[in-house]
């Protein structure tokens, strides 16, 4: 069975940090390409980070550039996603995904469509 498990959420004050991870079961994570995505309410969900090419290039939106940082531990079978420098607009339910396809169109990664499997989501609160 095709697992992904989400934690590391939490309350955290502006300017402050968290790490996500992601451990997958249930399927050869290392082909797989993985991304991290978040969902507040009443909003659509959007796409924070991605791998989604065989040289590992990582894709951010503007919004969350330069202070969200995406890595990958083959070995362990887990994503990450490292958050520095929070603000209150971070506040979400965050979703790790995997998918099976692999792309040079970086952009596509960033989109919800484009994977086959995600976790169960984990909640940030930025406070301000």
């Known amino acids: 069975e095709v697992q992904l498990q989400a934690s590391g959420g939490g309350l955290v004050q502006a300017g402050g940090s968290l790490r996500l991870s992601c451990r997958a079961s249930?399927?050869?994570?290392?082909?797989?390409?993985i991304g991290w995505f978040r969902q507040a309410p009443g909003k659509e969900r959007e796409g924070v980070a991605s791998?989604?090419?065989?040289?590992?290039?990582?894709s951010y939106p503007d919004s969350v550039k330069g202070r969200f940082t995406i890595s990958r531990d083959n070995a362990k079978n887990t994503m990450y996603l490292q958050m520095d420098n929070l603000k209150p607009e971070d506040t979400a339910l965050y979703y790790c995904?995997?998918?099976?396809?692999?792309?040079?169109?970086?952009?596509?990664?960033?989109?919800?469509?484009?994977?086959?499997?995600w976790g169960q989501g984990t909640l940030v609160t930025v406070s301000s």
């Open positions: 995904a995997a998918g099976v396809t692999l792309t040079t169109n970086h952009a596509v990664g960033l989109r919800p469509g484009f994977y086959d499997y």
């Open positions: 249930g399927f050869r994570f290392d082909d797989y390409v």
């Open positions: 791998i989604v090419s065989m040289d590992g290039t990582t």
